[in-house]
């Protein structure tokens, strides 16, 4: 992996000539602009060399990538095409260091990886769709860049409070983009997303100022570890900031439905008062149950972040970490929190990587 660092653009660039020279028919499954998904190729795989020496975690990463790129049409026929195209594009690009035991190396590590992915897929299949139709049932302009959408899947979609789904519209085929659910499970089935609209964001410009209800979206399998341990009685401490509120909401009615009297402390931050587009909702919460505070943390010219604050509270020893929010929130974040004595395990957020590749 270190050779390719450097020419990491060139390699997955040259990879995708080969493989849509060589498997015209593969073209389809990607979207059209594949600015995004050239940067995404190499991420899953630096994801992967991160945490090679970490099986469970890399399983499960793993897993989860399999799962969920049924939604595009992959087959297990597709993996070796694949490979083959990914070790030529490294072949050429790592050309000083390439000699046959390279290659058998690598050989090796994608057909693990492959297989990984393509039993995970399999084992789905048996369970789930690999895609969910969704109708919009209700959309609120909570400001003119934020949208709260509510939609309707086509059939039951389980997923806990915490995680978050792609979601394509009909605008954008086969642009995927993550979103939290900003609601724990309901009976009534349905699903809320919150959207900030960002610049250059088809997609998320999209679900603003183009989504209406009885428009239909798909939506991929549920994904994410950002979720509460009911085993354990530790408190709460959430970061959430901007849209990052979302998932924040669904923990605490996950906590409420669980019954269990353990305390929650949210810090919600903002860029002004006026951007703190679901505060009453979180008031709200507050109000109904004892064992939650909120604290809404608006920047004062940048001299007061919503990371910082968690320093003028505390001690946080009894309590798990969870921090939601933009990239360099949560980078921040994961600092102070570190800084005020939390141990990594016990402090939760979702990839970094994915919200960038995400955040629009
Ligand atoms: N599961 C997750 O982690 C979720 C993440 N998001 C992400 O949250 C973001 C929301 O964007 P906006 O509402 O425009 O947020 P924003 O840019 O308005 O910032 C929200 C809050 O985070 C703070 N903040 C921003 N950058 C910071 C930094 N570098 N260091 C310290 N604090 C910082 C701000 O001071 C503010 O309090 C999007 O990037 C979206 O992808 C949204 C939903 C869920």
């Known amino acids: 992996m ?141 400001t003119p860049e934020v949208a709260v959408l509510t939609l309707r899947p086509d059939q039951p979609y389980p997923f806990r409070a915490g995680q978050y789904a792609s ?63 009911h085993t354990r009685d530790s408190g709460l401490l959430c970061l959430g900031g901007g849209t990052g509120i979302a998932p924040i909401k669904a923990l605490v009615e996950d906590v409420a439905e669980h019954g269990a009297r353990r305390p929650v402390e949210v810090f919600y931050g903002a860029r002004s008062n006026h951007d703190l587009y679901d505060i009453d909702t979180m008031l709200r919460l507050q109000q109904t149950h004892p064992w939650l505070e909120v604290h809404p943390v608006v920047d004062r010219d940048g001299l007061l972040q919503l990371p910082d604050a968690i320093r003028t509270f505390g001690p946080w020893t009894a309590y798990d970490a969870y921090v939601s929010g933009p990239p360099g929130m949560i980078r921040s974040g994961v600092d102070a929190l570190r800084g005020v004595g939390f141990p990594a395990e016990r402090i939760r957020h979702d990839s970094v990587e994915e919200l960038v590749a995400s955040g629009s």
């Open 2 to 142: 270190a050779e390719v660092g450097p020419v990491a653009d060139k390699v997955t660039s040259y990879f995708y000539a080969l493989l849509f020279v060589r498997h015209p028919g593969l073209r389809p499954l990607f979207p059209p602009a594949m600015d995004a998904q050239r940067d995404r190729l190499l991420k899953a795989l630096l994801t992967a060399a991160e945490h090679i020496d970490n099986t469970p975690v890399l399983v499960e990463y793993l897993q989860n990538l399999g799962r969920g790129h049924r939604k595009y049409g992959t087959r297990a026929e597709h993996y070796p095409a694949v490979g083959e195209c990914l070790i030529g594009a490294l072949n050429k690009y790592a050309d000083a260091v390439w000699d046959a035991d390279t290659e058998a190396a690598w050989v090796r590590t994608y057909t693990t990886i492959s297989q990984v992915m393509i039993d995970a897929a399999a084992a789905d299949e048996l369970r789930a769709p690999p895609w969910w139709q969704a109708e919009v049932v209700s959309h609120d302009l909570r």
């Open 167 to 229: 979601l394509e519209t009909p605008w954008w085929p086969r642009i995927w983009r993550h979103y939290s659910f900003a609601s724990a499970p309901r009976s009534d089935g349905l699903l809320a997303f919150h959207v900030k609209a960002v610049p250059a964001g088809w997609v998320s410009n999209a679900l603003v100022h183009r989504a209406r209800p009885g428009d239909v979206v798909r939506l991929g399998p549920p994904a994410g570890s950002m979720t509460v341990d």
